[in-house]
């Protein structure tokens, strides 16, 4: 700029600003930027705002609120009050501006603290190691009346090791299921974890003591986590979406009949996608070792017949998992961590970990 106004007079400006390479608008513009400085920005917030209520106002505003009179009501309350009365210091979200400003807002009354729940996360790796149970409704020809189903599974081997239909859902129930299936397979003290949701038979002190004098270790899902026990809800969809489920049944006896008869096709005739096609009998009983062996051999006497079928090579019977999951833990590379710690949170232990010291 400075060469630019010391130029000789008979230079004219445009050719002084093409030989230095400079736009002439720009220059006309620096010429004018001390006449005309742009305005300085400036935030709301600390602006000075015309129409805010001036320190009395906002000081008369804040003794009403804090008086003996109001100072229990929230702001709306003390509004319509004083409005009725002919008064009006100002709006209602003032009043929460300015409570917010002298941390006088929030909520007054006690709050439960935030809850943790600890991730429930078992490993099956043969049966009556860990059993999963839960209860559904089977809805009856009468409106509003439903039955309740008890289904215990063996999680390893998906086999239903006890089941009962009930007019009730109760603790006692519970109980009674859990002592004559734990004495039907000799379960020994230590030997078995059982997972379940936080239904309230579930929950119950009986059921808790139970599970203790039987040397069982509990384990239950988070709280409205329904993926928590995945298995014994995955089984409630297999039986509600039979081809003969009758979606209404007449009374006790039709429900268990019913249910007789499918816990029969489940257990022995049903070859379950997630046991390699074996039925949940063969894996509990450990069957599906030798039928394993037969079906490898006759695999191998198709292909022997027909190896140009086998574009992959000779055919393998797929093998069952040796290990069975709920909520495993992922490592960096995107697979099971097997070695990871297996915790079994209980009821009782989620309760005393919020109790304070």
């Known amino acids: 700029m400075l060469a630019l106004e010391q130029r000789p007079v008979t230079l004219p400006l445009a050719a002084a600003c093409r030989a230095l390479g400079l736009n002439r608008n720009s220059v006309y513009a620096r010429r004018q930027a001390p006449l005309n400085p742009l305005p300085k920005q400036t935030s709301r917030k600390t602006s000075s705002q015309p129409r805010a209520l001036s320190e009395p106002e906002r000081q008369a505003v804040r003794e009403m609120l804090e008086s003996e009179r109001f100072c229990d009501q ?9 409005l009725d009365e002919g008064i009006n210091l100002c709006s209602v979200s003032s009043m929460h501006r300015l409570l917010r400003e002298a941390e006088e807002n929030g909520e007054r009354r006690l709050q439960r603290p935030a809850q943790h729940n600890a991730i429930p996360r078992l490993r099956a790796t043969r049966p009556n ?8 409704k089977l809805a009856t020809v009468r409106r509003g009346e439903y039955l309740s189903l008890y289904v215990v599974l063996d999680l390893f081997s998906r086999f239903i090791v006890a089941w009962m239909v009930s007019r009730k859902e109760n603790s006692a129930l519970a109980q009674q299921l859990m002592r004559e299936g734990m004495a039907r397979y000799a379960i020994a003290a230590g030997q078995l974890t059982i997972h379940q949701d936080r239904g309230s038979p579930m929950i119950a002190h009986g059921y808790l003591d139970l599970l203790a004098e039987l040397g069982a270790t509990g384990s239950h899902s988070r709280p409205r986590v329904s993926n928590d026990n995945p298995f014994s809800e995955s089984q409630f969809k ?18 268990q009949q019913w249910c007789e008869d499918y816990v029969d096709w489940y257990n022995f005739h049903h070859y379950h ?19 394993a062996k037969e079906r490898n051999d006759a695999l191998q006497l198709y292909y022997d017949a ?17 290990e069975v ?16 710690a297996v915790n079994f949170p209980t009821l009782r232990a989620a309760k005393k970990s919020l109790t304070p010291d």
């Open 238 to 255: 297999t039986l509600k979406y039979q081809p003969d489920y009758p979606g209404q049944f007449t009374g006790v006896g039709h429900a």
């Open 129 to 136: 190691e860990v059993w999963t149970w839960d209860i559904t």
């Open 273 to 291: 996608s997630g046991l390699a096609r074996y039925t949940p009998a063969q894996v509990f009983t450990g069957q599906h070792v030798e039928i």
């Open 325 to 340: 999951f709920i909520n495993p833990v992922i490592g960096d590379d995107g697979k099971i961590d097997a070695t990871a």
């Open 306 to 322: 027909h190896p140009e079928r086998f574009v992959g090579g000779r055919p393998k019977v797929p093998s069952l998992p040796t």
């Open 74 to 82: 929230p702001p709306a309350q003390v509004h319509a009050t004083l």
